[in-house]
């Protein structure tokens, strides 16, 4: 159930910046990601899930992480998008810090 709510969250995601984005067809995406000429059609209709190489080439495409295509901007919390662009900004070295806090803070809210 969770794996299909994320593919629903990425085909909208992408039809938004399908929509958005006016040199970008599902056509010349489909092509610039190495992909047959309807590849991207199959997916916003639900034909195909793309694989994660696929998922690297569509961001790559439009210049964007891979985590904003399964982000869901409807129902989401508005904090929830910063922290993410925060945590995505952040040094890899400094993500074992961050883990330790987010735990110290779970414990917090589970007396």
Known sequence: MERQKNI?????NLRI???NDRHASMRNLSTSI???DSYIRKVLAGDVTPSLERVDSICEFFDINSWELFY???ND????LAAIEL???MPVSM???VRCYLELLLQKTER
Do not use: Y
Not at 8 to 12: E, L, S, T
Not at 77 to 80: A, G, Q, R, T
């Open 8 to 12: 629903d969250i990425f085909r909208k």
């Open 17 to 19: 910046l399908l929509e």
């Open 34 to 36: 190495g992909a047959s």
């Open 72 to 74: 869901d901007a409807e």
């Open 77 to 80: 919390e508005s904090e929830m």
């Open 87 to 89: 945590l995505n900004r």
């Open 95 to 97: 993500l074992p810090v």
